[in-house]
C-alpha cells in the first residue's frame, strides 16, 4: 500500500500569496522525480492560505489542526515560514496529535524556514516589523496559484483560515478515521459533506497561563534610533515612526496585535519559552533553516555569488548572538542571567568584549539563535545555516530564501529540502538505498 505523505505549506504573518514563490512545485518536482524504489511514498502539497484574522495563535491553531481532519489519511510535514512556523510547531506539539506512547499521530515533521522561535535579533526588531507590513508597489505579481500549478498541489480556500465555519459546511472531504498515520492506494475525491466536531486544542501559551506577560520594550530603544536616523526621509518606516514617535514599540506591538494576536507572540519570551520546550522535547522530526548574509566589506562591492556556508561564524558573531539571548529572556531560569540584575552584567560583559574584540560580525541574521549562551536551550542540533548571498541585509535574506535571484544557490537549497524529506521519509517508512 503506498503512504502518500502531505506537504503543508503555512504562511507568515500577514504573509501574502507570493511568499513561498515557486518553491512548493520546485520541491514537489524534485520530490516526485527522485521517490527511492524501496519508498512505497506518493507526495502531495497544500498552501494553507494566510491568517489575517484578530483572533489569537490558539484560534488559529484550532482552525488548523481542523481543517487537517478534512484531508486524506496520510503523515503530514508542515513547512512554516517565519511566524507561520509557530502555528506549525504548535500544532505538532499539541496534546491531540501525541499518542498514548507520547509519539505523533500524524504530524510526523516540521520545516521550518527562519522562524522566530527565540525571538527576532534586537538589530532587526522595527526593520523587521516592517517587512510584515503589506507592501504594494505597483507592480503586478504573479501569485502562488499561478507559480504552482501542479496536478498534486492544492492552494487552499482562503476562507479555511477566517471563514472557517462557512468552509466547513462547504466541505467535501470526509474526516480521517482517526487522528494518525495511515495507508492509502492514492489521493481520493470524496463527493459526500463533511460534518465536524473537533475539541478545541489546549493552548499552552494561553493568556490565561501565569508565565504569559507583557514584554519589556527595552531593548528596542537603540534599534529605533538608529531606523530613524539612516532611513530615508521618506521612508514609510520612517513616517511611522514619527506618527507614533511618543512610543514607538508600543504602537509597532498593538500594530501587530490588533491584526493578528498571535504576532505579539514573539515579543513575549515566557511564550517564545513554552513553546520551544515543548517543540525540543517532541518526539516528531524538524529543522529550522535560518538564514544569514555577510557584511559588505569596505573597499569591496557586494556581488551575488554563492557564499561559502563552511565560514564558521566569529567570536565577534557568537558575542552577538549572546547579546541577542540575554536581550530575550529565555535563559533567565536556566543560565546564571537568573535575574534582571545578572542578566544586565552578563549583556554589559559581552557587549564590552564584542566592543574589544579585533574580529567584526561577520554573519547577520534575523532570528535569534541556540548558541554560546542559548545552548542551555536546546535543540541546537536541528538549525541548519543557509546563506543568503545577494541581498544587502538580514531581512532581505529572511524574505528572500525562496527567490532564486536573492537566494544564489536556490536550485541546491531545494535539493537540500528534499534530500531532508526522503531522510525522514526513510527512517519512518523504510531504509534508502546506500
Not at 180 to 199: I, K
Not at 362 to 387: A, C, N
Not at 415 to 429: H, M, S, T
Request: glycine letters at 6%.
Amino acid at each position: 500500500m503506498t503512504t502518500l505523505v502531505h506537504l503543508v505549506y503555512i504562511h507568515g504573518f500577514q504573509g501574502d500569496d507570493t511568499s513561498f514563490q515557486s518553491f512548493p512545485l520546485h520541491l514537489q518536482e524534485k520530490l516526485a522525480s527522485r521517490i527511492p524504489s524501496e519508498l512505497d511514498i506518493q507526495f502531495q502539497s497544500s498552501l494553507y492560505p494566510t491568517y489575517k484574522s484578530v483572533k489569537p495563535i490558539s484560534h488559529a491553531t484550532k482552525n488548523f489542526l481542523a481543517w487537517l481532519k478534512t484531508q486524506p489519511d496520510g503523515p503530514v510535514i508542515l513547512i512554516g515560514h517565519s511566524m507561520g512556523g509557530l502555528l506549525a510547531a504548535d500544532a505538532a506539539t499539541d496534546p491531540s496529535n501525541t499518542d498514548e506512547l507520547g509519539k505523533p499521530k500524524r504530524i510526523v515533521g516540521v520545516i521550518a524556514f527562519d522562524v522566530p522561535f527565540l525571538g527576532m535579533h534586537p538589530h532587526v526588531v522595527v526593520s523587521g516589523i516592517a517587512s510584515l507590513l503589506p507592501k504594494d508597489d505597483g507592480k503586478k505579481k504573479k501569485s502562488e496559484k499561478e507559480m504552482n500549478k501542479h496536478p498534486q498541489i492544492q492552494i487552499v480556500d482562503p476562507k479555511a483560515t477566517d471563514e472557517w465555519e462557512e468552509f466547513k459546511r462547504r466541505a467535501h472531504r470526509p474526516l480521517s478515521s482517526e487522528f494518525g498515520s495511515s495507508q492509502l492506494d492514492v489521493p481520493h475525491n470524496p463527493t459526500s459533506p463533511s460534518t465536524l466536531s473537533l475539541p478545541e486544542p489546549s493552548s499552552p501559551h494561553s493568556k490565561d497561563t501565569p508565565r504569559s506577560r507583557s514584554p519589556s520594550p527595552g531593548f528596542f530603544n537603540k534599534t529605533i534610533d538608529k531606523i530613524a536616523a539612516r532611513a530615508k526621509e521618506n521612508d514609510p518606516l520612517v513616517r511611522w515612526l514619527r506618527k507614533h514617535a511618543d512610543a514607538p514599540f508600543s504602537a509597532g506591538k498593538r500594530w501587530i496585535v490588533e491584526r493578528f494576536q498571535f504576532g505579539s507572540s514573539m515579543f513575549d519570551p515566557y511564550d517564545l519559552g513554552d513553546r520551544y520546550d515543548r517543540l525540543v522535547q517532541w518526539n516528531g522530526l524538524w529543522v529550522n533553516y535560518w538564514t544569514y548574509t555577510r557584511p559588505e566589506k569596505k573597499g569591496k562591492s557586494k556581488s551575488p555569488s554563492p557564499t561559502r556556508e563552511a565560514d564558521p561564524p566569529n567570536e565577534a558573531d557568537e558575542l552577538d548572538n549572546d547579546i541577542a539571548v540575554l536581550d530575550s529572556g529565555l535563559v533567565d531560569s536556566k543560565s546564571e542571567a537568573n535575574s534582571q540584575r545578572k542578566r544586565n552584567l552578563l549583556k554589559k560583559g559581552r557587549q564590552n568584549d564584542l566592543d574589544k574584540s579585533e574580529a567584526l560580525v561577520s554573519m547577520r541574521h534575523f532570528i535569534v539563535l541556540p548558541t554560546g549562551m542559548g545552548r542551555v536551550l536546546g535543540g541546537s542540533e536541528h538549525w541548519e545555516r543557509v546563506p543568503i548571498a545577494g541581498v544587502d541585509d538580514e531581512v532581505a535574506a529572511h524574505t528572500g530564501i525562496f527567490i532564486p535571484t536573492q537566494n544564489v544557490d536556490y536550485a541546491k537549497f531545494v535539493e537540500r529540502v528534499a534530500d531532508k524529506v526522503f531522510d525522514w521519509c526513510g527512517n519512518l517508512y523504510g531504509q534508502r538505498k546506500g
